[in-house]
């Protein structure tokens, strides 16, 4: 089973992994869509009892080390029911005095390694910070409001390396196409997605496909993503692993040749070449 989430909402609702083994260090990520906080802990057993109460499991977050002399300190504000998540002592203990919890250490970051981004919302109450590896989500968020607070911390790695994403198909309106080896053949007029597997541990996030000529092939109108029904949106797709995944409807406007980059949210590169004809 699979939820598909519109990338411009950035509301994530997900499926939780009851069961599902964890890997030293992960850190799992959950959304409340009735306050709009992200919360992430490392215990599988809290992220599963959170996801049976409402919140939606977003996967992995990153990847901790299981020690270092950097700890991250978690904090609960008991009025606006929202936590905090800081590696400065300082801002804890200020906090602190402003009647929030000190919940003790979360986690521990890297002195170096992938940097985690911290943004902020001064129009919430709850869910005022969040925190993100993705720049895509950390660029996102800034046009709708957020203030970039620049790197909160270093993390191990965003996922385990097995992680792997995989086309299997592309789907057209009228199913003519031929797709092979990621060589796909369109003709002008025909609407286009991709269908392809995420092999791993945590979740897909497909970023729009690129192209190299958009007079060639460009991102479908509403309209014209209508042959797909309720699809013409980049999604999100919360994975227990394998698990299908659509992206981002497309159509081919005239005839020539291109190529189509997608990049998933933790660094795998998928190209696809398109040939398009009358």
């Not at 008991?78 to 590696?87: F, K």
């Not at 092979?180 to 002008?188: G, I, Q, Y």
Request: glycine letters at 10%; charged letters at 20%; hydrophobic letters at 40%.
């Amino acid at each position: 089973m699979m939820r598909k989430i519109i990338f411009g909402a950035l509301l994530m609702a997900g499926l939780l992994m009851v069961g599902t083994k964890a890997h030293a260090g992960e850190m799992y990520r959950l959304y409340n869509p009735n306050s709009g906080e992200h919360f992430y802990t490392g215990k599988l057993a809290e992220a599963d009892s959170l996801a049976t109460v409402g919140w939606s499991y977003e996967g992995i977050g990153w990847i901790a080390p299981d020690k270092s002399d950097t700890p991250i300190y978690r904090l609960y504000n008991p009025n606006e029911g929202d936590h905090h998540y800081t590696a400065n002592k300082f801002e804890r203990d200020f906090l602190v005095t402003k009647g929030w919890k000190d919940e003790g250490i979360s986690f521990y970051a890297s002195k170096s390694g992938t940097p985690i981004y911290r943004q902020y919302n001064p129009n919430a109450k709850a869910g005022a910070h969040n925190f993100t590896g993705s720049m895509s989500e950390n660029n996102f968020l800034l046009t709708k409001g957020w203030k970039a607070e620049g790197i909160a911390f270093y993390v191990s790695s965003l996922v385990p390396a097995d992680q792997k994403v995989t086309f299997d198909f592309a789907a057209t309106s009228d199913g003519a196409a031929k797709f092979e080896d990621n060589k796909l053949t369109l003709k002008v007029g025909q609407v286009v997605h991709f269908q392809g597997t995420f092999t791993g541990v945590g979740f897909a996030e497909m970023i729009k496909p690129v192209s190299s000529d958009t007079s060639i092939v460009s991102d479908a109108t509403e309209a014209e993503a209508r042959k797909f029904g309720d699809r013409g949106a980049l999604v999100y797709d919360h994975l227990v692993s394998p698990v299908p995944f659509d992206t981002q409807v497309l159509i081919a406007r005239k005839a020539g040749t291109c190529t189509l980059t997608f990049t998933s949210r933790y660094g795998a590169v998928t190209k696809v070449s398109v040939t398009v004809t009358k």
